[in-house]
């Protein structure tokens, strides 16, 4: 079992920043990817970014070059910095885990923190 705990989430004016906090808890030993997942109104939750247990990094097309995920493998911690935000960028975004246990695949998500741009 694995906790996610999330901050940073706000309000931003389009151009500006905000930094997203996950931290990890539990079974953390077992935790293969770590990452950020959005959802806006309306539509499908979407990647923003993940980073799998050898160091890969994966961005949606959307946010490269904005976005830049970090990930701490000894504290547990992903965070992703937003930059040169945009009003499309408004979701609330949800931390994710990714468990490999037995050879079973479990996922788990935060609670979600709202990022809101306004133009």
């Known amino acids: 079992q694995v906790q996610l705990v999330e901050s940073g989430g706000g309000l931003v004016q389009a151009g500006g920043s905000l930094r997203l906090s996950c931290a990890a808890s539990?079974?953390?030993?077992?935790?293969?990817?770590m990452g950020w997942y959005r959802q806006a109104p309306g539509k499908q939750r979407e990647l923003v970014a993940t980073i799998n247990n050898g160091g890969s990094t994966v961005y949606a097309d959307s946010v490269k070059g904005r976005f830049t995920a970090s990930r701490d493998f000894a504290k547990n911690t992903v965070s992703l910095q937003m930059n040169g935000l945009k009003p499309e960028d408004t979701a609330v975004y949800y931390c994710?885990?990714?468990?490999?246990?037995?050879?079973?695949?479990?996922?788990?998500w935060g609670q979600g923190t709202q990022v809101t741009v306004s133009s």
């Open positions: 994710s885990a990714r468990q490999l246990t037995g050879l079973k695949l479990y996922d788990y």
């Open positions: 539990g079974s953390t030993y077992s935790i293969n990817t």
